[in-house]
């Protein structure tokens, strides 16, 4: 058979498995946030998003996983379907808009599950709601939690031109062999985001990398596991000096986007972690 494009089969699962019912709920700061539930029980699994994307991106997880869980697909603040206005576009920020989802829908047993930039994201929400977090999955993120970053070039670019400067750098998360209508997609989109709300964002993100990240991993107590990318290596030694638990797979032949490009291997992935947690936390 014909292997179906990553774009294709992205586009599938969005027309068949995004009516999910739209959630609304008011973060600690008073934006309003979005967010879809689909399926129920336990644990139930929230998706947190990446820098510049949405709720959306989850769109081949949602359906696999509410066969069997609760799944939350979550619009963090002035992203997708969520509100604007937010002074500091931070990860703190963003930590309580997921916690005040989770809080809305009154669950416990969490697994949270977050792309990119959603990675600090749930490290942020996990430390305020630590007895009901089981575990954390992050994906292509924390490949070296010691790494710093010189970001002045970047933060400078994206003020002149950021429609340009974002699809240049979304671009580069690619690989050479990825689908080029889904990478345009993504860049389509990403570029689209308020400027305000990316450069906000983006310039949090990596001042919360080069000075909290690590101090962030020692607090949290759930088991953390990456599911990465290979192209470029994790390392693992790092992240165990703050996290003891901290493990990672790698995923072949994809960019950035692991979730979208290649949602098989990566819902394997994920559906191991997420025994493993059930497993750690004597729910079987």
């Not at 820098?51 to 081949?60: E, G, L, S």
């Not at 070039?153 to 080029?180: H, I, K, Y």
């Not at 960019?255 to 936390?281: I, K, Q, S, Y």
Request: a negative charge; charged letters at 20%; aromatic letters at 8%.
């Amino acid at each position: 058979m014909k292997k179906i494009s990553a774009i294709l089969l992205w586009g599938f699962v969005i027309m068949t498995g995004s009516c999910a019912p739209r959630h609304t709920v008011v973060s600690a700061d008073g934006i309003q946030i979005s967010f879809n539930v689909q399926g129920s029980g336990t644990p139930a699994l929230v998706f947190v998003h990446g820098w510049c994307c949405d709720k959306t991106y989850w769109d081949a997880q949602a359906p696999f996983f509410s066969k069997r869980y609760k799944v939350v697909t979550v619009d963090l603040a002035g992203h997708g379907e969520s509100g604007l206005g937010r002074k500091d576009y931070t990860m703190e920020a963003f930590g309580e808009d997921v916690v005040a989802v989770v809080d809305k829908l009154g669950l416990d047993n969490v697994v949270l599950i977050g792309h990119s930039m959603g990675g600090p994201v749930i490290l942020e929400a996990a430390q305020r709601i630590p007895e009901r977090v089981i575990g954390l999955v992050a994906a292509d993120t924390f490949h070296n939690v010691e790494q710093k970053f010189q970001i002045d070039e970047l933060l400078a670019s994206l003020s002149a031109n950021f429609s340009e400067t974002t699809a240049d750098f979304v671009r580069a998360m690619f690989t050479p062999t990825s689908d080029s209508a889904l990478v345009e997609k993504v860049v389509a989109d990403m570029s689209a985001v308020p400027q305000q709300v990316g450069v906000g964002a983006v310039e949090a993100l990596f001042n919360y990398s080069n000075s909290e990240l690590t101090r962030a991993l020692q607090q949290v107590r759930a088991p953390i596991r990456c599911i990465n990318s290979d192209t470029s290596p994790t390392n693992v030694v790092a992240g165990r000096r703050y996290a003891s638990s901290f493990e990672a797979v790698d995923m072949s032949r994809v960019g950035h986007f692991v979730m979208l490009e290649d949602p098989e291997t990566f819902n394997r992935l994920l559906a191991e972690a997420v025994a493993e947690f059930v497993r750690l936390a004597g729910m079987e």
